[in-house]
Nanobody, 124 residues
Framework: QVQLIESGGGLVQAGGSLRLSCAAS????????MGWFQQAPGKERELVAA????????YYADSVKGRFTISRDDVKNTVYLQMSGLRPEDTAVYYC?????????????????WGQGTQVTVSS
């Protein structure tokens, strides 16, 4: 069973920055696509960023392009989400997820394992 442990969430003022981290227990972490999803109260879980197993291909939702950056460190089995220029509408629980697909996965059902989530709150 793969475990994904997120950290780095918190309360930040609009315009501020946060870096989320997700550590994976999976020894073959470097062969899997990773994604970050957000889920705001009353809304569906949505992909905000994903990174291919090679790290060479990334995907960003339009709402975060130019503000968020996803990266991975395969030595540390960790994926990161650097969030800058945060807005109140970014407030959500952020989930890290792992997909066995060897391509960018954009749908939640394409991900096989999920973290427990970390809360990000952006005050205006």
């Amino acid at each position: 069973q793969v475990q994904l442990i997120e950290s780095g969430g918190g309360l930040v003022q609009a315009g501020g920055s946060l870096r989320l981290s997700c550590a994976a227990s999976e020894r073959t972490f470097s062969t899997y696509t990773m994604g970050w999803f957000q889920q705001a109260p009353g809304k569906e879980r949505e992909l905000v960023a994903a990174i291919s197993w090679s790290g060479r291909i990334t995907y960003y939702a339009d709402s975060v392009k130019g503000r968020f950056t996803i990266s991975r460190d395969d030595v540390k089995n960790t994926v990161y989400l650097q969030m800058s220029g945060l807005r109140p509408e970014d407030t959500a629980v952020y989930y890290c997820a792992l997909s066995h697909l060897r391509r960018i996965a954009t749908m939640s059902h394409e991900y096989n394992y999920w973290g427990q989530g970390t809360q990000v709150t952006v005050s205006s």
